[in-house]
């Protein structure tokens, strides 16, 4: 249950994405409170949980018998999720967990359908829907001032090489896979929200480099449910930071990007729809973690529901399985 003092939160994992969870608690005025921190390495956890003066697990199972919880924010290898959902569920827990919903669609629907018998709420951290300049463009383009999108492009780079990553991202059956499953599925959930219509349809490339157990590389052409068509590209190999989408409607286009913000480009002139803002991801972990808060609260669904969630993973699936037959391929759920 959730009590008067706030939402009594349990965090599983302490990386890095743990840290903002924390941060983001800190800024809920109450409404959030990290009471306890579990992780295998306990000296991760117990320096998480000191800034909270939380207690301190190496074992989720039992941070859950201990008991004192109202939810938990479970941030591990994404081939746990599914696993350490269904604990939590059992134990009447309310969850928030990180993107991917889970590794394989069977994994996906299993978690949906124990919160569901459990009647607890299973929300899942795509955050990109959070940030402010991503829900000004998106606001933009469904205003229709530029027309219908006509394609759309999405690129994003990261450094699959730095060693200050986990090693798990490495690991095919710890992560399920490579940058399409990590990085890949924010480019998805982005062209989605941006474009107003789900993927349904993939043709893609992945690379795995020599050595390597899974995929640096990823292209893919996809075909919106409304017709749309949108190009997704992301790259681990050493090219300098990018995080940018172009939509081009009947009437103009509009760019965003994570240095420059949205501009809307018309008729020969730029104007621009929202400047980038300092700590621009530490205000969407804040804002996803009180809609998760309200919707413990009121027992309503999440803005991010694990239905939607689903779909972002069939998109990346259906990648990987385009990319294994060389041919396109229609993502689950679309005819």
């Not at 973690?289 to 998109?315: I, K, Q």
Request: hydrophobic share 45%; proline share 4%.
């Amino acid at each position: 249950m959730t009590t008067t003092s706030g939402l009594r939160l349990g965090v599983i994992g302490a990386g890095t994405i743990a840290e903002f969870h924390m941060a983001a608690a800190r800024q809920s005025a109450g409404r959030v409170n990290v009471v306890a921190v579990c992780d295998v390495r306990a000296e991760a956890a117990e320096k998480l949980a000191a800034e909270a003066g939380a207690r301190v697990h190496t074992d989720h199972r039992a941070m859950l018998d201990a008991g004192g919880l109202d939810a938990v924010v479970i941030t591990v290898p994404h081939a746990l999720h599914a696993p350490i959902t269904h604990d939590a569920a059992a134990a009447g827990l309310h969850v928030l967990v990180e993107k991917p919903i889970a590794t394989t669609r069977e994994d996906a629907l299993g978690m949906i359908e124990a919160c569901r018998a459990a009647g607890v709420v299973l929300a899942v951290g795509h955050v990109l829907r959070f940030v402010p300049t991503l829900r000004a463009a998106a606001a933009y383009l469904a205003s229709g001032e530029l027309g219908g999108v006509v394609v759309a492009s999405e690129r994003r780079t990261a450094d699959y090489a730095d060693p200050a990553r986990p090693r798990w991202f490495l690991d095919a059956d710890m992560a399920g896979g490579g940058i399409v499953l990590n990085v890949g599925t924010h480019s998805i959930d982005k062209l989605q929200m941006l474009v107003g219509s789900p993927i349904a349809e993939v043709t893609a490339h992945v690379a795995v480099p020599a050595g390597k157990a899974v995929e640096t590389e990823a292209v893919a052409l996809a075909r919106h449910a409304d017709g749309t068509r949108s190009t997704i590209n992301v790259t681990g190999t050493g090219l300098p930071f990018t995080d940018e989408a172009e939509i081009v409607c009947g009437q103009g286009a509009v760019r965003i990007s994570r240095g420059d913000g949205v501009w809307s480009f018309r008729a020969g002139a730029a104007t621009q729809v929202a400047a980038p803002e300092p700590g621009e991801m530490a205000r969407a972990f804040a804002a996803q973690l009180n809609d998760f808060a309200r919707a413990c609260a009121e027992r309503t669904p999440p803005e991010v529901t694990p239905e939607y969630a689903l779909s972002v993973l069939d998109v990346a699936l259906a990648i990987y399985q385009s990319a294994r037959l060389g041919s396109t391929v229609t993502v689950k759920g679309h005819p």
